[in-house]
């Protein structure tokens, strides 16, 4: 299955590209997954180690970094859902194909690059 360009926008991804897309997310998941048991792990107290403010300020950058990850967990997990219910690649706004360039750069992207810029506020 050839891609194509249709109205300057691609069309989703072709079947075996999608494996590809799968398995980065897969990646991904992993990735994050192994993260947050690491700034779990970080998280435990220590004793005599650091003072005060400097625990405090290393104890706030580990919470972020933690949100964070599981933020984009969450985002992979929905990515894989979306591809076992036949829904992946199509934009939650317009419900057009999301640009397979853009799946590429960001495999649990939920919208199409134009969508996405409106949901920013047009930043």
Do not use: W
């Given at each position: ?71 984009v ?37 939920r ?7 409106v ?5």
């Amino acid at each position: 299955m050839n891609q194509r360009i249709t109205g300057g926008r691609d069309t989703k991804p072709p079947i075996d590209d999608l494996a590809a897309l799968r398995a980065h997310l897969l990646e991904q998941r992993q990735f994050r997954t192994a993260q947050l048991r690491q700034l779990a792990g970080a998280m435990a107290p220590r004793t005599g180690t650091t003072h005060g403010r400097q625990a405090a300020s290393h104890s706030e950058i580990r919470t972020k970094l933690a949100d964070a990850a599981r933020m984009v967990l969450a985002d992979v997990e929905a990515a894989l859902t979306r591809m076992d219910q036949g829904t992946y690649g199509s934009c939650h706004l317009c419900r057009e194909p999301i640009d397979h360039a853009r799946l590429t750069i960001v495999p649990q992207a939920r919208f199409c690059a134009r969508c996405q810029y409106v949901r920013e506020g047009g930043r």
